[in-house]
């Protein structure tokens, strides 16, 4: 059971390269996630989506984009790498739940990306 | 806006005895979702349990039980008999009800759990 994929594990950028992180989910989920966590915090939402084509601002979305062409992908780009983008950054899925377009369904999280920008 | 508030940055315990990590929130909202995220060295983030705030009834899984007070906004963490494999840090968060962002997760900032042998 793979669950949710993310590659690379590790990476080190430039300062102003860019690079795609990739997060795939094998579970058919409609619902996925990209969260960063910084040193000593807890996860904060970059961007969201509920379905392929449709994808949503969190509240850290500066320096990001996403796309969702399928169900299974989503990957998180990072245009122009800045030294406040180092952190490691989590995917997530979860299915449909209750309530129409509201997921309560708990989230199944990839196993990181840790990201260093020099 | 909701917020997520761990008291404890961290907590230490001996194998086989009882912890207690605490969790607070805000949010006007009467119905919503708290998780317990626990997240080891390896760096997975796994779901550790659930509790509905509809629901009175505290939630347990196996070693693991919740003290949810919904007037008291509060959603601590009980893990009895503790093991080494809990060491971890333990994250709260609070999912956003609907109206708002779709299901997406507001963490607090962890709980650094070590337990000795």
């Known amino acids: 059971n793979a669950g949710v994929t993310q590659t690379p594990k590790f990476r080190i950028l430039k300062i102003g390269q860019s690079m795609t992180l990739q997060c795939t989910q094998d579970?058919?989920?409609?619902?996925m996630y990209w969260y960063r966590q910084d040193p000593g915090m807890g996860l904060k939402l970059i961007y969201y989506?509920?379905?392929?084509?449709?994808?949503d601002k969190g509240e850290v979305p500066n320096g990001y984009n996403v796309s969702r062409s399928t169900t299974e992908d989503f990957p998180l780009r990072l245009e122009l790498a800045a030294p406040s983008q180092t952190s490691v950054y989590f995917c997530a899925s979860s299915r449909r739940g209750t309530g129409g377009e509201y997921s309560n369904q708990p989230q199944h999280f990839g196993d990181g990306t840790r990201l260093s920008i020099l | 806006a909701q917020t997520v508030t761990q008291s404890q940055p961290e907590m230490s315990v001996q194998e086989a005895e009882t912890v207690t990590l605490s969790c607070t929130y805000d949010t006007s909202e009467n119905n919503y979702y708290l998780f317990w995220y626990k997240q080891p060295p390896s760096r997975q983030m796994i779901l550790v349990i659930r509790?509905?705030?509809?629901?009175?009834q505290n939630a347990t899984e196996n070693r693991f039980s919740v003290n949810f007070q919904k007037a008291a906004k509060s959603f601590s963490l009980k893990i009895s008999d503790s093991q080494l494999g809990d060491t971890a840090m333990y994250f709260c968060a609070f999912m956003t009800p609907p109206g708002g962002s779709q299901g997406n997760l507001i963490f607090g900032k962890g709980t650094k759990l070590s337990v000795k042998p």
């Open positions: 579970m058919n989920h409609n619902y």
């Open positions: 509790q509905e705030a509809y629901k009175q």
């Open positions: 989506s509920v379905g392929a084509g449709i994808t």
